[in-house]
T-cell receptor, first 112, second 115 residues
Framework: EDQVTQSPEALRLQEGESSSLNCSYT??????LFWYRQDPGKGPEFLFTLYSAGEEKEKERLKATLTKKESFLHITAPKPEDSATYLCAVLSYGGSQGNLIFGKGTKLSVKP | ETGVTQSPTHLIKTRGQQVTLRCSSQSGHNTVSWYQQALGQGPQFIFQYYREEENGRGNFPPRFSGLQFPNYSSELNVNALELDDSALYLC??????????????FGPGTRLTVL
């Protein structure tokens, strides 16, 4: 069964304190791994798509990496506006068409 | 470029009633997926529509049904509402076919409360 586990559940950082969020996955053939940011009561905002092990993508203070079993979202020198829940999702070749399997997310709080 | 829009923003219904939620896909996209997100959980896939037909479905009962229209907009219908149907309902659009992209872009969601 395809599964995504994110850790930690919650993370509190001081402004400027870099850290990483983890997304572990098991799928029957990875078609893509996706990172989203979600603010309270709003829809997920797309950040990155990764397709193969070794791939990296960057956007401002965020960098996503992918291995055969997990993905990391590295946050460098975070600011309070980076506070949000970060969701990881996978799309597998063995699953139902269009079925993104999500983790429960990591709630990030950045204090000034 | 127009993003994904959903209506209404909030909705309150009573148990046993029926509800229809609406979604307009991002310009240039032809595929719509629907998700249910309970508080503190990740979104769960309900189904996907492409070319006006359901082409993928998650573990949701038949009282969850949908439509896609020729302009690629979509509706989610839920019959015989239950208390556990209270959630944020998300619509996501993507592009299928020869120029397929797997990335799904989400709308702002509809908050459904069942009393």
């Amino acid at each position: 069964e395809d599964q995504v586990t994110q850790s930690p559940e919650a993370l509190r950082l001081q402004e400027g304190e870099s850290s990483s969020l983890n997304c572990s996955y098991t799928v029957s053939g990875l078609r893509g791994l996706f990172w989203y940011r979600q603010d309270p009561g709003k829809g997920p905002e797309f950040l990155f798509t990764l397709y193969s092990a070794g791939e990296e993508k960057e956007k401002e203070r965020l960098k996503a990496t992918l291995t055969k079993k997990e993905s990391f979202l590295h946050i460098t020198a975070p600011k309070p506006e980076d506070s949000a829940t970060y969701l990881c999702a996978v799309l597998s070749y063995g699953g139902s068409q269009g079925n993104l399997i999500f983790g429960k997310g990591t709630k990030l709080s950045v204090k000034p | 470029e127009t993003g994904v829009t959903q209506s209404p923003t909030h909705l309150i219904k009573t148990r046993g009633q029926q509800v229809t939620l609406r979604c307009s896909s991002q310009s240039g996209h032809n595929t719509v997926s629907w998700y249910q997100q309970a508080l503190g959980q990740g979104p769960q896939f309900i189904f996907q529509y492409y070319r006006e037909e359901e082409n993928g479905r998650g573990n949701f009962p038949p009282r969850f049904s949908g439509l896609q229209f020729p302009n690629y907009s979509s509706e989610l219908n839920v019959n015989a509402l239950e208390l556990d149907d209270s959630a944020l309902y998300l619509c996501a659009s993507s592009l299928s076919g020869r120029a397929r992209t797997d990335t799904q872009y989400f709308g702002p969601g509809t908050r459904l409360t069942v009393l």
